[in-house]
């Protein structure tokens, strides 16, 4: 009874904690916004707040700029619930129901199984097999994409796993590992290449055409694929530190898989179609912009991921039994984590609010307070400030925000424009502790293999281990492979 109170009190606690944050915010001003932009910043601070406690489910509190914004005449409804309906969010939604397609008929376990078989059975080594398999396709495909890919395969391992370590006291563990790999591995593998994540192209894209200076891929890649590869492997060892699960390789389990692929036999028609339609849109991601220079028609990632779902329903499944059966009914979206859909909207309609507000502005003019201190330490304090930022705030939109601002403080103290554009850039794409952080991890946190806990605090390290890295490349490296002036 006791105990049962404690938890009904620290339950109340973080529901009111929220509340009481966001009045204090709100009567107070204490960064002196103004009222307008005072009142974007306390909601903020309640959503932050009630995210971070798990006060209310994720996707309820990603609701409540449809109840504030309005109501606290920050916007009207209709400005307010347009992000919802973002094109990305299309993006996760066709991208789930491939996802769908594919669990329905088995093919991720068949997938799973031959990972394992070649892998080998040990838990560390389906790991690292994993990171690195996750990370090479993200450098081409977006990270999104990648962890949509890997997310059905990555849970079918997790139940054969388990199935054969039932008596693992740490069994837990792995899946915590398994889920974490693929988001971080996907986050990691997309700043090695200039198309690999949007905020890439973003900033090339702003450097470009506002100073001239055109990045080559192949200079990128020079520059951020040792990152990317030296954050697998920090990844690697975080994960099976932190999280160890001591699964060893074993004759009956390699036994178990082999008997497994053979009960599942051939491929079956099912199976083949939506292979087809999975490999069919997995090409037109990586051959989009090929196929956009042809100028006959304009693709990008959302519409190929809603085009790939609605095969699902066009195609019929060919299966015998299931006679004029679609690959895909509607009835099977209702296991489909809607959820987070208005998770990700709820976050860009939050970090649009707070850029018309001022005060992203506000931040990158208290930023450039630093402009007297040495390149290296600005480096650092910029690298720090986008990783962090970019836990709540959309990474795109944060590069689109703060490439006017670093690049203005670079120029201002006669510092080339990439020494402080490029590690905001890089870090932007590296949060690491927050599900709405990155699409990945929202994407992996909606699985329930992981709690908030775990995610703040392997992301701290790794974000830590990721600022390192990027000020140092940054630094040291930038102007060798680059030829820029420090």
């Not at 400005?79 to 919802?84: C, S």
């Not at 790991?127 to 849970?155: E, H, Q, R, V, Y």
């Not at 990045?215 to 890649?221: D, E, N």
């Not at 932007?428 to 329930?448: D, E, H, K, L, Y």
Request: glycine share 8%.
């Amino acid at each position: 009874m006791e105990k049962e109170n404690s938890k009904r009190g620290q339950a109340l606690l973080k529901l009111i904690s929220g509340p009481l944050l966001f009045f204090l915010v709100w009567i107070l001003d204490p960064f002196q916004l103004g009222e307008s932009a005072n009142r974007v910043l306390a909601t903020a601070v309640l959503m932050i707040t009630w995210w971070i406690a798990e006060a209310l489910p994720m996707p309820a509190v990603a609701l409540l700029p449809l109840v504030l914004f309005p109501l606290l005449g920050i916007a009207k409804i209709g400005e307010a619930a347009a992000p919802y309906a973002n094109e990305v969010v299309f993006l996760f939604m066709g991208g789930f129901m491939i996802g769908l397609g594919i669990e329905k008929w088995n093919l991720h376990k068949r997938i799973a199984l031959s990972i394992v078989q070649f892998t080998g059975t040990n838990g560390n080594k389906i790991i690292l097999g994993f990171i690195l398999a996750t990370g090479f396709i993200s450098m081409w495909l977006s990270n999104t994409a990648t962890t949509m890919m890997m997310l059905p395969i990555a849970t079918s391992v997790i139940t054969v796993v388990t199935a054969k370590n039932a008596h693992n006291q740490q069994l837990r563990h792995f899946a915590v590992c398994m889920m974490l790999s693929i988001a971080y591995a996907s986050n990691f593998g997309g700043i090695a290449t200039i198309i690999g994540t949007p905020p890439n192209v973003a900033y090339a894209s702003f450097i470009s055409k506002e100073y001239g200076v055109d990045i080559s891929f192949a200079g990128w890649v020079v520059v951020c694929l040792p990152v990317s590869l030296l954050l697998f492997f920090a990844l690697y060892g975080v994960l099976i530190w932190m999280f160890p699960s001591r699964i060893d390789s074993s004759e009956d389990m390699k036994v178990l898989i082999r008997d497994e692929l053979k009960a599942l036999g051939p491929m079956t028609v099912p199976e083949k179609r939506v292979l087809g339609i999975f490999l069919a849109t997995a090409f037109l991601w990586i051959t989009r912009d090929l196929i956009n220079q042809l100028n006959i028609v304009r693709l990008d990632d959302n519409m190929i991921a809603v085009f790939g779902a609605l095969l699902m329903f066009v195609i019929p499944s060919g299966n015998s039994f299931r006679a004029n059966e679609r690959l895909l009914v509607w009835s099977d979206t209702s296991k489909m984590a809607w959820g987070i859909l208005l998770l990700f909207g709820g976050g860009i309609t939050l970090a649009a609010a707070l850029e018309k507000a001022g005060i992203i502005a506000s931040l990158g003019q208290w930023l450039a307070g630093f402009t007297g201190s040495s390149i290296l330490v600005l480096i650092a304090v910029i690298a720090v400030m986008s990783i962090f930022i970019s836990e709540v705030m959309s990474n795109v939109a944060q590069v689109i925000v703060f490439a006017p601002v670093v690049t203005g403080i670079a120029v201002a103290i006669g510092a080339d424009p990439l020494l402080l554009g490029m590690p905001m850039t890089l870090a932007a794409s590296c949060a690491s502790m927050m599900p709405m952080g990155t699409p990945p991890n929202a994407i992996v946190f909606s699985t329930g293999h992981i709690k908030l806990g775990e995610m703040l605090k392997a992301g701290f390290i790794l974000n830590l281990i990721s600022i390192a890295l990027i000020v140092l490349t940054s630094y040291f490296v930038l102007p060798l492979m680059m030829k820029i002036n420090p």
